[in-house]
């Protein structure tokens, strides 16, 4: 079954947490729910795309020491925070630590769904980003030197007849290595090349990172 995505709800209050995860699931959503943060970190299995829905005051660990705990990961997805009483700097230094959204309760549906498929949409693209930036970083490691020069001058918008005097070489061979380059990157043409390049700048900049 296709959901709409996948959300993890973190809240110490059992009423709350089913309400919450049962509006979820009704609207197309795949829901995991947990009672506090220490289980979501200790059970958790995370699937883009996917958000992270969490109580701010709960016994332990609050929100924000689980935002602050896990934020710095590559692959953290987005954190949308609730709660029915915050203080202006618990609201401000969510924000700092980055939460995507914070929302008091009690929240009303159509402003919850809003905010996490903007979370969703936004897990999505990154996603996506990370696996393009693996991509590259997979396809400049299977290049040969001559086909690193040669694609360092197709992304600075060089013609094949440009490279080839650049480079003291024939127009054909030029176009040889293009073909290698572009298959070796799994794209078909020049704007699918360039597109990906400019998309995800990091790997060529440092394709050993």
């Known amino acids: 079954m296709v959901t709409r ?3 993890h ?9 089913s309400a919450i995860s049962a509006l979820l699931a009704a609207a197309g959503y795949s829901v995991n729910q947990f009672p ?15 958000v992270i829905l969490t109580d701010m005051r709960m016994p332990s660990m609050s ?7 896990i934020t710095t990961r590559p692959e953290c997805p987005p954190i949308i925070v609730m709660s029915g009483e915050s203080a202006p700097q618990e609201i401000i230094e969510s924000f700092k630590v980055g939460a995507l959204d914070f929302l ?14 903007k979370g969703l949409a936004l897990d999505a693209a990154n996603s ?34 440009a490279i080839a005097s650049a480079l003291r070489v024939r127009a054909d061979t030029v176009k040889k290595y293009r073909a290698q380059i572009y298959a070796k990157f799994g794209v078909g043409d020049l ?8 998309a995800c700048p990091g790997p060529w900049e440092n394709p050993s990172a």
Not at 191 to 198: N, R
């Open 128 to 161: 996506k980003r990370r696996d393009d930036e693996q991509r590259i970083r997979s396809a400049l490691a299977s290049l040969t030197v001559r086909e690193r020069e040669v694609s360092s001058l197709i992304r600075q918008g060089f013609s094949n007849k």
């Open 63 to 69: 929100g924000l020491e689980l935002l602050k705990r």
């Open 36 to 50: 506090s943060a220490e289980r979501f970190l200790l059970d958790a299995q995370v699937v883009s795309p996917a």
């Open 5 to 7: 995505g996948n959300i």
């Open 191 to 198: 704007a699918q090349f360039l597109l990906l390049a400019s």
């Open 104 to 117: 008091l309760k009690p929240v009303p549906n159509r402003q919850l769904l809003a905010a996490i498929d």
């Open 9 to 17: 709800v973190i809240d110490d209050h059992p009423q709350v947490r």
